[in-house]
C-alpha cells in the first residue's frame, strides 16, 4: 500500500523537513524576524476575527434579520473562506506566499468595516462572502508561509503560531465585549481595521523584505495528479491530512455554537456557567497549542495526534454526558486540550507534502468540517437529544486518532 506508506513516512517525520534543529537555524536573523512577522498575522486574524463575532448580535439589529436570515447571511463567511481557498494556493505558487500574505490581510483588514455599513441581510450576507474570502485567503497564504518556515527551521512550531491565532481571538473577543456597549459597531470594526492595516504594514514590511525559506523536494507523489490547465488534483496524503482536519474544525464550530446552549438547555446553568463552558474549551486549546511545539518534539507527530485524538474523545463523552455543569466544563477543557494541535500539525503535514497547494486542500477540507458542524449537531439534536449530537465531535475525535494510529509506524514501513 504505497499511500499508506507515504502517509506514515510523513507522520513519523522519517524522510521530511522536521529533523533535528540546526543552531543556524535557531539564531539566524533572517529567519527569527520572518516568525515574529508569521505570527503576528496569525494573532492579527484571530484578533479581527473575534472582534467582528461579538458585534454580530448588534449588526443583526441594525439589518433587522430574523434568526433565519442571519443564519443564511453568516453562512457568507464560511462559503467566501471556502470558495477562495483553493485559488489562493495557486497564488502562492505564482506570487508567493509572503506577497499573498500581505495582500489577504490588508484586504481582510478592509473588508471588515463593511458589516456595519448593511442594513439588511441580503446585504449583510454579499459582504460577508467578500469578509469571508480574505479571511480565508489569510489563512492559506499565512499557513504555506508558516510551512516554508518551519522547513527551515527544522523545528515543528506550528502549534504556535495557531496558539497565537487562539490568543488573539481571546484578545478580540475581550476587548471587544468591554468596548461593545461604549462605540458603535462602525466604530468598533473602522478601529479594527486600522489596527490590522498596522499590523499588515509592519510586520509585512519583513515578510516582504526575505522571500520564503527554500522548500526541500516535496514527498514522491504528494502533489497529486495533473489536470487540464496545468492545475494538480490533491494527492491522497494531502486529502488524509485533510481530513484529521476537518475532524478538529467539526469540534471547534460545534463546540462555539452548541455548548453554551447545552450547559443551559440541558444542564440547567445560568448565564455565567453557561459562557464558562466555551471558555474553558477555548483556553484549553490555546494551551495545547503553547506546549504543541514540545510535545510533537518529544513524541512525534503521530503520537500526538493519537494521543490528542484520545484525549478528545474521552473529554467530549464527559462533556456531553456529564450530569452536571461543571463535569461538564472539566469535559469540555479535556476536550479542548485534545483537539488543540491535530489542525496544525495537519495543516503542516498537508504543506510539507503539497505545498501551497496542499495547504490549501487541506484547509478548504478542514473548515469546510467547520461549516458542517454546528448545522450537523442541529438536525442532530431535533432528532435525537442535543448531548446525543454532541457525542459526534467525540467519534470524529476518535476517527482521527484511528487514522493517526493507522499511519503510524516507524520510517521503514514508509520506505518499502
Known amino acids: 500500500m504505497p499511500t499508506l506508506n507515504k502517509i506514515r513516512t510523513a507522520l513519523s517525520g522519517a524522510g521530511t523537513r522536521n529533523t533535528r534543529p540546526t543552531p543556524d537555524s535557531l539564531t539566524d536573523p533572517r529567519l527569527v524576524r520572518l516568525r515574529i512577522a508569521i505570527t503576528a498575522f496569525f494573532a492579527m486574524d484571530g484578533f479581527l476575527f473575534a472582534g467582528w463575532v461579538v458585534r454580530i448580535p448588534a449588526i443583526k439589529a441594525q439589518t433587522g434579520a430574523g434568526a433565519g436570515a442571519l443564519g443564511l447571511a453568516l453562512l457568507g463567511v464560511s462559503a467566501g473562506a471556502v470558495a477562495f481557498m483553493m485559488i489562493t494556493g495557486r497564488l502562492c505558487r505564482r506570487f508567493g506566499s509572503h506577497a499573498v500574505t500581505v495582500a489577504s490581510a490588508v484586504a481582510m483588514a478592509l473588508s471588515i468595516v463593511l458589516p456595519p455599513l448593511t442594513h439588511s441581510a441580503t446585504a449583510l450576507g454579499l459582504v460577508l462572502l467578500v469578509f469571508g474570502a480574505a479571511y480565508g485567503s489569510l489563512n492559506v497564504a499565512m499557513n504555506s508561509a508558516a510551512v516554508d518556515l518551519i522547513g527551515a527551521l527544522r523545528r515543528p512550531v506550528m502549534p504556535g503560531f495557531h496558539a497565537a491565532f487562539s490568543l488573539g481571538g481571546m484578545l478580540g473577543a475581550g476587548l471587544g465585549g468591554l468596548i461593545a456597549g461604549r462605540l458603535s459597531p462602525t466604530l468598533h470594526l473602522t478601529l479594527l481595521a486600522v489596527t490590522g492595516l498596522l499590523v499588515a504594514a509592519v510586520a509585512g514590511r519583513s515578510l516582504l523584505a526575505h522571500p520564503a525559506p527554500v522548500v526541500p523536494e516535496r514527498l514522491p507523489s504528494a502533489e497529486g495528479r495533473a489536470l487540464p490547465g496545468g492545475r494538480r488534483r490533491p494527492g491522497r496524503m494531502v486529502l488524509g491530512f485533510g481530513l484529521l482536519a476537518l475532524c478538529t474544525a467539526y469540534g471547534e464550530g460545534a463546540m462555539a455554537d452548541w455548548g453554551a446552549l447545552h450547559l443551559s438547555q440541558d ?54 454526558l456529564a450530569p452536571t455543569v461543571w463535569v461538564a466544563c472539566l469535559g469540555f477543557a479535556v476536550a479542548g486540550l485534545g483537539l488543540a494541535n491535530i489542525f496544525p500539525v495537519a495543516i503542516a503535514r498537508a504543506g510539507e507534502a503539497g505545498g501551497p497547494g496542499g495547504v490549501a486542500a487541506a484547509s478548504t477540507i478542514g473548515y469546510g468540517g467547520m461549516l458542517l458542524g454546528p448545522p450537523a449537531i442541529g438536525f442532530l439534536a431535533q432528532a435525537f437529544t442535543l448531548p446525543l449530537a454532541l457525542t459526534t465531535v467525540a467519534l470524529l475525535a476518535a476517527v482521527a486518532a484511528g487514522i493517526a494510529y493507522g499511519t503510524r509506524g516507524a520510517h521503514h514501513a514508509g520506505q518499502a
Open 267 to 320: 444542564l440547567a446553568a445560568g448565564p455565567g456557567p453557561a459562557a464558562a463552558g466555551y471558555a474553558v474549551f477555548a483556553l484549553a486549546m490555546t494551551a495545547g497549542r503553547l506546549s504543541g511545539t514540545a510535545v510533537v518534539q518529544r513524541f512525534g507527530p503521530a503520537r500526538a495526534l493519537v494521543a490528542g485524538g484520545g484525549t478528545a474523545t474521552a473529554g467530549m463523552l464527559l462533556g456531553a
